[in-house]
């Protein structure tokens, strides 16, 4: 698909159950969508894999250059909005990576976890970088593709090293520039202490850009990160170490999207994001002997094992809450669900959707009085 984003096209693909929770996986410097092949294909079994060319690569335009990592960053994020995806695994490779850790800074209500592949804070500094791109300003990429395989794969005989040599190759100079530049004028500063969800940082053992030590940086900057080393892989091992790299991630995606073992604390967790800290400090401060057992009930059964499970989004679960309220008359539950929309990115005008729906199915008045009950409530949020 072609997806215009302000300034530019953008050429995506999505695959994988529309129920599946979100991933939205980004390539490298001169390659495309397609260097996520292997891993697309395992992840598309159970989980909705989202793939962009990014701006001046693949099929997507390439506007004039400069570009910045916050440009990049913020193109992954209107390609999302655009999707009606609201919150996703973020995963990516070397310049990807870091618009990964970038989208996460910007936007942490977006990205719900990050795989950093291959990449680094920052990336060598101004003159290594400028000095690439005025060779390719006058040669053109394939004065540069020689060393760039010796530092993206171990084996340049290998068919799929092949391929990412005309991945390389068949990108486009301008696109190639623009993006070096954001790699060139970077700096791991910009996100310092800014990056905080669940993050597993992979990296080859062999890999030269980026090397482990590189990743190690990562890994102590992000709090309670992990951290995978790939055996025998340079700086692109979607390919030529598939097996190990594809585990990795869906490794990492398992133990993202699994039922919490505490279910009564992920329970609290996400009724605290739900309905807001205020409210449940309220609660619980008015908590008594007889809530107790109710309380625990609410917080296991329905918090920590509805809530907590990867098939629907938070907004999709605040959707049906919702319309179930509203159609069963369950009016203070509706009202506290509708300020819940100030964190679960539910509209207005998607409230009266639902409301519509119960017209339709529960019944004219019913559904007028959640009307009449949910604007009352907006008004109050928004003195």
């Known amino acids: ?118 990449t680094a804070l920052d990336f060598g500094g101004a003159a290594n970088w400028q000095a690439r791109m005025d060779t390719v300003a006058a040669q053109g990429l394939g004065a540069i593709a020689d060393a760039t395989m010796g530092r993206w794969v171990l084996d340049q005989s290998l ?65 309670d990160s992990r951290m995978v080393i790939v055996a025998e892989a340079a700086h692109i091992p979607n390919f030529e170490r598939e097996d190990a790299f594809t585990r990795a991630i869906l490794a990492h995606m398992k133990l993202m999207t699994a039922l919490p073992a505490n279910v009564a604390e992920a329970g609290m967790a996400v009724r605290r994001r739900i309905l807001g800290e205020a409210h449940v400090a309220r609660s619980e401060a008015a908590l008594t002997a007889m809530d107790a057992p109710f309380r625990e009930f609410i917080l296991e059964g329905v918090w920590g094992r509805v809530w907590t499970r990867p098939g629907l989004s938070y907004r999709d679960r605040s959707l049906l809450c919702l319309g179930i309220l509203s159609a069963l008359g369950h009016h203070e539950e509706f009202r506290l669900h509708v300020r819940a929309t100030a ?41």
């Not at 919150?87 to 800074?105: E, N, T």
């Not at 890999?207 to 900057?221: K, L, M, N, V």
């Not at 199915?361 to 007028?368: D, E, I, K, L, R």
Request: some cysteine; proline content about 6%; glycine content about 10%.
């Open 1 to 118: 698909m072609f997806v215009q984003l302000g300034d530019v096209v953008i050429h995506a693909e999505v695959s994988g159950p529309e129920s599946g929770a979100p991933i939205l996986l980004l390539h490298s410097l001169g390659t495309n969508l397609h260097m996520w092949d292997p891993q697309a294909t395992a992840l598309a079994k159970r989980y909705r894999v989202i793939r962009m060319d990014m701006r001046g690569h693949g099929l997507s335009e390439a506007p004039e250059g400069p570009y910045s990592m916050e440009m990049l960053a913020r193109d992954a994020l209107a390609l999302l909005h655009a999707l009606g995806i609201r919150q996703a695994h973020v995963a990516g490779v070397s310049i990807g990576g870091h618009i990964a850790m970038r989208m996460a800074a910007l936007a942490p209500e977006v990205v719900l976890s990050l795989m950093p592949c291959d």
């Open 159 to 223: 068919a799929s090293s092949k391929g990412l040599r005309r991945m390389l190759l068949g990108t486009d100079p301008r696109g190639w520039l623009g993006c070096a530049a954001a790699l060139r004028d970077t700096s791991g500063q910009e996100m310092a202490g800014k990056v905080r969800c669940p993050t597993t940082v992979v990296v080859g053992d062999r890999d030269e850009s980026t090397p482990p030590a590189a990743a190690q940086a990562i890994h102590a900057a992000i709090p």
């Open 343 to 383: 964190n679960t990115g539910v509209t207005p005008e998607e409230i009266a959707e639902v409301l519509l729906q119960v017209a339709a199915y529960g019944g004219v008045p019913t559904a007028n009085t959640a009307l009449r009950i949910a604007k009352e409530t907006l008004r109050e949020m928004e003195g």
